[in-house]
């Protein structure tokens, strides 16, 4: 008689539990992992055939034309001055 065939049912399904779910949840996970891959990819390769860089993100109207004081009230483009 076969060890397969000596088991119990209880012994089946606490040896599924132990070896299986971990199995099952990490194959789910490495599928999660490579969909997550592949429509970065497909975003990424949009984005090229556009012409856009995928690295470095379009620069947005009005940042940089008129830079934002600091809240001293100091400009860096002016000389010191002590008062």
Do not use: N
Not at 60 to 82: F, K, L, N, S, W
């Amino acid at each position: 008689m076969g060890w397969l065939q000596s088991l119990q049912m209880h012994e089946i399904l606490i040896y599924g539990r132990v070896f299986g779910l971990p199995v099952v949840i990490i194959g789910f996970q490495a599928v999660v992992a490579i969909v997550t891959a592949v429509i970065k990819h497909r975003e990424r390769m949009a984005m090229i055939e556009q012409g856009l860089h995928p690295d470095y993100p379009p620069e947005q109207p009005g940042i940089g034309d008129h830079p934002a004081r600091p809240p001293d009230g100091m400009d860096e483009t002016q000389p010191y001055v002590p008062h």
